[in-house]
C-alpha cells in the first residue's frame, strides 16, 4: 500500500463493485479493483435508522474509493459492531485499517445469504 498517496473518488465504477459481488456464486473476497485490477477492493456499508444507507467501496492498492449516500441497501447487509459512525467518512481513512475486518463481516453476510 502507498501510505502518501491520496484517495481519489472520481471514478465511479468503484460502486460497481456491489453488483458484481452480488450476481456471483463465489465472490473473491478481496474483491477485484476496476481501476487497478488487482483483488484488493472492499466494501463497507451502513444501515441508518430510517431504513436507508450508505455505501463505501475502497481499494487499499490505488487508493481509488467511492461513496454513495441514501440508498436501499440489499437486505442481507448487517451493520458491524466494529465500525462507530464516527468512523464512516467520506473518504475511507478509518476503514482501510479494518479492511480485512470488513472483508470477514462482507464473507459471512454473503455466506448467510447463499
Ligand atoms: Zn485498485
Not at 69 to 74: F, G, Q, Y
Not at 76 to 90: K, Q
Request: proline share 5%.
Amino acid at each position: 500500500m502507498n501510505e502518501n498517496k491520496k484517495w481519489d473518488d472520481s471514478n465511479d465504477a468503484m460502486l460497481d463493485i456491489i453488483e458484481g459481488i452480488e450476481d456471483s456464486k463465489e465472490p473473491q473476497i478481496p474483491i477485484k479493483c476496476p481501476i487497478c485490477n488487482t483483488y484488493n477492493a472492499h466494501i463497507y456499508m451502513h444501515r441508518w435508522k430510517d431504513g436507508r444507507g450508505t455505501i463505501w467501496t475502497w481499494c487499499s492498492k490505488c487508493k481509488s474509493c467511492s461513496h454513495a449516500s441514501r440508498v436501499n441497501l440489499p437486505k442481507w447487509w448487517e451493520n458491524a459492531d466494529f465500525i462507530d459512525i464516527s468512523e464512516l467518512t467520506a473518504h475511507p481513512v478509518f476503514l482501510e485499517p479494518k479492511a480485512a475486518m470488513a472483508d470477514r463481516h462482507l464473507s459471512q453476510l454473503l455466506e448467510i445469504c447463499n
